[in-house]
């Protein structure tokens, strides 16, 4: 018989064989539930308004993101449209707050408009951008020789205000439409066949030509410092292709990389359909011609009141609003259509604070005098039920140098009563001098510097940073940059003034005629006028002697005869010069002077002209670049001169 201690052993090997044998566990759990919902609905608790995300349908089936909020407890309220590209779920989501004004606070968004109006917000974005269907164009053209297809900007907001007045059920069924720049621009479409329920219309600083002086030619001179925009507004529908820096200074990139052509080609730009574009079309052709929406508007039938919003200072778009009130206002018979504000401000500045710009001090905060004065009013009497009538003025302008608000019948008029507005020649004289005489003969005929490609005259002091308007930068304000930097480089003209004695007052478009000869085939043209304050200023020290810039603009010779045909200049021969500058309203005050300048370069905001006639300056070599000696005349029969639109009493 086996002992215990056997009887034990084997005890112990069978736990050991059973301890061996495979045991059938339960199967293996690869993943945990998913704590994410398959779609988050908010509670809104606390809103003050209701937020509504929506496709709205085109009529080619394309869909439009469109984001629509609605105060609370709103009944039988307007509806305002800005129709965007700058991403629509963006502009009204600043703070991620459950109140209104926090979430607008920001571009294209007048908060003490909209929130004191009571105003049903609506913004879409435009289609190909961001949450919308469709393919990208910019500024797309209207139906025609540009754009064949059936659908462009104007049959998109038709049908965008005929969905919105049959789906908001909180509307009064009247939709106005506003916006800024590009958003501005689109105001502007909407007036093209507009829909019944479109009231009003606010064109803020918008792009209305961009050869003839808004965003990318000024007078034939390439604005090269908007090609990152180029790239990043077209290269991508959400905007994340993202163009860089090589240098800190922009002066030192544009400079070293040759042409705008060669930059562009180096940075993979001609990847984009609108560069591609602009690279074909450096002249005023038929392709810019046919977009430029002042010319549009003057074909068509005048519907529905408008107001055109321009800045004295607008670094982007300073060409556009008034060359539209040209446009228009003839049209306006009664005087109740067309209306214009003239605001010290930078591009946009009119819906943020507007007490200074740079060194400028205003004495008030312009930009909310113009919303609560101006803008509500205007807005409310076109789209409320029962709204006071408007007194609103045909135009209400700001004057600078006295810093005064006008309420005008038209313009230009300078005043409202009493004064008329003269073309009043200020001649460029010998010695660097400027009057209001014509320059005697005996003295010298003329002034000349050499302007070099491979030093080009800075449009604002070094470093050049790039366009923006974030982390410090002040591209908004180069308009109104001390110019004193320029004024004593040698290859820039500075004719003066003596010190006035009674005040001078511009209102409207000072225009530059200049005598002028290169020895080159090509030449650029840069005129500025400006204001010249006293050596001291007790009252702001820091502006003693600062060369403030009234109005100033360049002009490519190559289009001397004609913007749409270029021409090499004949060299070393006396020719004449003849552009518009951007509008101004301005009195130089007793005791400051006027200055003149003169000069053939801005960079690196606008491309080196190579000074020897290429056919296309885009891909001009580095052998093209040349220096060149240019003359300025001033005597008799060769006067060069800038005319005033002088206030002068009638």
């Known amino acids: 018989m086996p002992t215990f201690a056997a009887y034990r052993f084997r005890a112990f090997a069978i736990g050991l064989l059973v301890a061996a044998a495979p045991v059938a566990l339960p199967a293996q759990v690869t993943t945990l539930p998913s704590e994410t919902p398959a779609k988050i609905v908010p509670t809104n608790d606390g809103f003050d308004h209701t937020r509504r995300d929506v496709m709205i349908p085109m009529r080619d089936g394309v869909k439009l993101h469109t984001v ?25 989501s600043y703070a991620h707050s459950a109140h209104l004004g926090p979430n607008l606070n920001g571009y294209d968004n007048a908060l003490d408009v909209i929130l004191g109006g009571g105003y049903i917000r609506v913004v879409q974005d435009v289609r190909g951008k961001y949450g919308s269907e469709g393919d990208y164009v910019m500024n ?30 909180e509307s009064n069924g009247k939709v106005g439409i506003l916006g800024i720049s590009y958003d501005g621009f689109l105001p502007l479409m909407a007036l093209v066949n507009p829909h019944p329920a479109l009231k009003v219309s606010v064109a803020m600083n918008p792009m209305v030509d961009g050869w003839m002086g808004d965003d990318w030619f000024h007078n034939g001179a390439f604005r090269q410092q908007n090609m990152p925009y180029i790239y990043e507004q077209a290269g991508t529908r959400d905007n994340s292709a993202k163009w860089w820096s090589t240098h800190y200074d ?47 508007l003057a074909a068509q039938p005048l519907k529905v009141p408008l107001m055109l919003v321009h800045s004295l200072w607008d670094q982007e778009d300073i060409y556009g609003d008034i060359a539209v009130y040209k ?65 609103v003025a045909p135009v209400t302008a700001f004057e600078t140098g006295t810093n005064t608000w006008r309420r005008l019948t038209a313009w230009p008029a300078g005043c409202a009563s009493g004064c008329t507005v003269r073309a009043t020649p200020l001649y460029l004289q010998p010695r ?71 005040p001078v007052k511009i209102s409207g478009q000072a225009i530059a005629n200049l005598v002028a000869s290169t020895d080159g085939t090509d030449a650029d043209w840069v005129v500025k006028l400006i204001d010249v304050y006293p050596d001291e200023v007790a009252a702001q020290p820091a502006m003693g002697g600062y060369q403030l810039m009234v109005a100033a603009d360049i002009f490519r010779g190559r289009y001397r005869e004609s913007f749409g045909t270029p021409k090499p200049i004949e060299a070393n021969r ?29 960079f690196p905001l606008y491309d080196r002209n190579p000074q020897s006639f290429v056919p296309n300056i885009f891909w001009a070599k ?29």
């Not at 030192?252 to 993979?268: K, V, W």
């Open 574 to 602: 006396a020719l004449a010069y003849r552009f518009a500058l951007p509008t101004a309203n301005h009195v130089f005050l007793p005791g400051h002077r006027i200055m003149v300048q003169v000069q053939s370069s801005w």
């Open 432 to 502: 660097l001098g400027l009057a209001f005489a014509a320059p005697d003969a005996g003295g010298p005929a003329y002034d000349e510097y050499v302007s070099d490609p491979a030093k080009p005259v800075p449009f604002r002091a070094r470093p050049t940073r790039p366009v923006g308007y974030d982390n410090g930068l002040t591209w908004p304000e180069w308009l109104v940059d001390d110019q004193r930097e320029a004024s004593g480089r040698p290859d820039v003209l500075a004719f003066t003034s003596d010190a006035l004695t009674e």
């Open 68 to 92: 629509i909020l609605v105060p609370k407890g709103a009944s039988r309220a307007p509806i305002l449209l800005t129709r965007t590209p700058y991403d629509a779920t963006a502009l009204t």
């Open 250 to 296: 922009d002066y030192d990139m544009f400079l070293q990389a040759g042409s705008a052509g060669e930059l562009g080609r180096r940075r993979g730009l001609e990847q984009v359909g609108f560069w591609r574009k602009v690279l074909a079309h450096p002249a005023y052709d038929a392709f810019w011609q046919d977009q430029a929406m002042d010319k549009v």
């Open 140 to 169: 797309r053209p209207l139906h025609g020789p540009q754009n064949p297809t059936s659908v462009d900007h104007a049959t998109d907001t038709y049908d965008t205000i005929d969905w919105l007045v049959k789906n908001i059920p």
């Open 327 to 391: 446009a228009l206002e003839p049209k306006d018979t009664n005087n109740d259509k067309v209306f214009l504000v003239l605001g010290p401000w930078h591009h946009g500045q009119e819906i943020e604070d507007g007490s200074s710009l740079g060194a400028l001090r205003f004495e008030s905060n312009t930009s909310l005098t113009f919303q609560r004065e101006v803008l509500r009013p205007f807005l409310d009497h076109y789209l409320k039920d029962d709204a006071p009538k408007s007194d």
């Open 622 to 650: 580095p052998g093209d670049y040349r220096k060149a000696v240019q003359r300025i005349y001033h005597a008799p029969g060769q006067a060069s001169y800038v005319e005033l639109p002088m206030v002068v009493a009638r």
